[in-house]
Structures are given as C-alpha cells and as structure tokens.
C-alpha cells in the first residue's frame, strides 16, 4: 500500500535511447520531485513539480525533462540517455513543500552502456 | 547557495559502540528545517528526524539522539549502542528554497 511507487525498479538500456521513468502517487501531494544518487555527490535534485503542468529545474536538470499532466503522475525522460547519466533516480512527494520533508520511492536503478 | 557538508565518508564500528554522525551546514534564513534520513542496503530513503531552527533542544527516540548547535551550525547524530541493524548511509539534509539540500552521506558499517 505504498503512496509512492517508481517503475520500472531498474532498467539497462543503451547510449542514444530516449528512457522514461514514472513515478506514481496516491497520496494527492502538490510537490513531487525526482532526484538522482552518485556516490560522493548524496542526492541531487533534477526536476520538480509544484502542481500539474508546473515544473521548474533542478541543480542538474541537462540532459533531462519532466512532465506532470496529472496530480499523480510525474515522468522524467531522458531524450538521449549518456552513460554519464547511469545513477540511481529517487522520486519524492510532499504535500506542503521541503519544510516538511518528503516521502521517497522505492528508487529505480539505471544503467546507461 | 545552501550547503550542507557530511565530512565523514565512511565509519566502521563494533556493535554495541556509539557512533556519532557530523552534519555542519550554511544558511542565510532565519527560519529552517533540518533532516536526517536512513539509507539501508535495500536501498529506500527512510524519514528519521526534522528539526526547525527555533528549536535547539536535543531529542532522544530510543537509541538515537540528535544535537542541534545553531552556534556552530551542526546537527549532529548519535547511534547509541549500535546494533548491525543500524549499518546503513546516512544523509543529512536542509530546507533550500524549493527544495532539500543534501550532504553526500555517511556510510555507517557496524560489525558483528
């Protein structure tokens, strides 16, 4: 019954291809935000969504871009996947905004070759 | 820009030691929120604690304590008695406008 779920959980894929990740939620949270891991760098923030159809950047968004068509649903797509961009991508909710922490996913891992 | 800076990289410990997690940060706000979150080898992130600027009391759940230093700008983090159990990364974090601010983590090992 978890609020936040990420697919797929992991996905190998080649240099060039465009990839999609989806992150769902039921929990009807204004703020969902995909963040990518690497070792050394902690969590990193890509894109976020502050409602439907509202995104903005993160300190790392090249090479990336978002969409939220519906409260639930945030997908982040990579037009032509690097093998710079093999990591780890973490999508969270809030309700109320960073102030009050967020809910992770599951996280999906990546690999790019 | 905020910053939050987790200097230890990767601490290894005998179980039943106490392990403590620095976590040092910069802020220009007067007003914000601090966080700390469990990374288990399973991967998910896991909500242990958020602490707001007015409140520099330390606070205790169970085995796990948390001291708050607005002086030195710390939000540190204790793992008493350590157990296996507890072996994990750790991440601290910080209200950054849109966003939380992560450090790099703590890589916390506790052996048998």
């Known amino acids: 019954d978890a609020g936040i779920t990420q697919s797929p959980r992991h996905k190998v894929t080649e240099t060039g291809t465009p990839v999609t990740l989806r992150c769902h939620q039921t929990?009807?949270?204004?703020?969902m935000y995909w963040y990518r891991q690497d070792p050394g760098h902690g969590l990193r923030l890509i894109h976020y969504s502050y409602g439907v159809k509202d995104t903005d950047k993160g300190e790392v968004s090249d090479g990336y871009s978002v969409s939220r068509s519906k409260t639930e649903d945030f997908l982040l797509t990579l037009e032509s996947a690097t093998s710079s961009q093999t990591s780890v991508y973490f999508c969270?909710?809030?309700?109320?905004?960073?102030?009050?922490?967020?809910?992770f996913g599951s996280g999906t891992r990546l690999t790019v070759v | 820009a905020q910053k939050v800076t987790q200097a230890q990289t990767e601490i290894s410990v005998v179980e039943k030691e106490d392990v403590t997690l620095d976590c040092v940060y910069e802020?220009?706000?007067?007003?914000?929120?601090l966080f700390w979150y469990k990374q288990p080898p399973s991967g998910e992130l896991v909500f242990l604690i958020r602490?707001?600027?007015?409140?520099?009391q330390n606070e205790i759940s169970g085995r796990y304590s948390w001291n708050f230093q607005k002086s030195t700008s710390s939000f540190n983090f204790t793992i008493t008695a350590s157990q296996v159990v507890d072996s994990a990364v750790y991440f601290c974090a910080l209200n950054d406008d849109y966003k939380l601010s992560f450090g790099a983590g703590t890589t916390v090992t506790v052996r048998a």
């Open positions: 802020t220009r706000d007067t007003t914000y929120y």
């Open positions: 969270a909710i809030s309700e109320s905004g960073p102030n009050y922490g967020y809910t």
């Open positions: 602490r707001n600027s007015f409140d520099e």
């Open positions: 929990e009807n949270h204004r703020y």
